[in-house]
């Protein structure tokens, strides 16, 4: 082996030396305590980080290691079963504030036709965030990935308006924002995150598809006791649902996995459905035919309605909506806790 080449080799090496114990006492500077989460995947995450965001500072870095852990812990383990997914009626002459079914009383609880028939659903155990997506975790996210934050020149204007609160519930402008968010968590945690499907996000609202109407603590609408009223409010607001999530019923309302088809509920298979397998043109309200994303939950940009009601937008909106957010799921059978 002549001598250009042994120095060659040589300096690879030492150059390779130097680029992994950069890499891992960058790594050991990051410090992350949980009472949930394992040292070892700790240090995944962070390992994770690193290859993922190479040239991001280090306090970003050990910002972003912290939303994926924190996205961890606030898993709640939704044990699967069977339930009646859709529109099961709602008694005639009642308190719309605190309904109670009566399977001998029912009218349609929604003004949609599409949210019927009933149809059975059995999903397997998956888990939820017990919170919406935060403005925070959000613009992180971009910053991780070197975009632009949402409305530059109104935050420039106002940086201190509650748009921008990082404990609010983040807005969108693409549904496939909030998709790439939690694939991203996916890929900072080695683990099966993804937005919910619809049958899913229903069947948590419900407390595992129970009859009740509204994702409240007590199944009733108490209006800035239980629910925000108006603007959008920190996103562990108001007492959770008897499962433990927060602001299911209000806040912003949530993009979900699947497309919309206004039939799919007349031929959803029973198993895990996964909404249509790709974008389907419909009309609905005697707008022209267009490809929609279903959205669940109430928003405060409208007035609360029935956790079974499936709303619908555009998958790319002209503009950043606040009210526009979205959670993330973990699709794994079993608890990741």
Known sequence: MNNRLVKS??????????????????????????EVVSPDKIKQIIANVERLHPDISDE???????????SIENQIFVEGGSFDMGD????????????????NDVCNSTINPYDRPVHKVTLDSFSMSKYETSVYEFEHFKLAHHQPLPEPEFRKEQPHHWWFTPTNPTGTQKWQEAKDYCLWIGQLTENKFDLPTEAQWEYAARDRGKYIYYA????????????????????????????GFYHLQSNAVE???????????????????????GPVEASIHNDPPQILKVLRGGSTSWDEDVVMRRATQKPIMKHHYVTYG????????KPIN
């Not at 099961?88 to 399977?103: A, E, L, R």
Request: hydrophobic share 35%; charged share 20%; glycine share 4%.
């Open 60 to 70: 970003l870095k050990q910002q972003v290691a912290e939303i994926a852990v924190k």
């Open 88 to 103: 099961f009626g709602m008694p005639c002459n009642i308190d719309h504030d605190k309904p109670v079914y009566d399977p």
């Open 255 to 277: 993009w979900v996995n699947d497309w919309f088809d206004p039939d799919y509920y007349k031929h959803s298979p029973e198993h895990n459905p996964q909404g249509p397998g």
């Open 216 to 243: 409240t603590n007590d199944g009733t609408l108490k209006g800035d006791i239980n629910l925000p009223k108006d603007d959008l409010h920190p996103i562990d607001s108001f007492p959770p649902s008897p499962l």
């Open 326 to 333: 979205f959670r993330c799921a973990l699709q794994d059978v």
């Open 9 to 34: 080799l040589f300096f690879a090496s030492v150059a390779t030396t130097l680029l992994l114990t950069t890499a891992c006492s960058q790594s050991e500077a990051l410090e992350i305590q949980s």
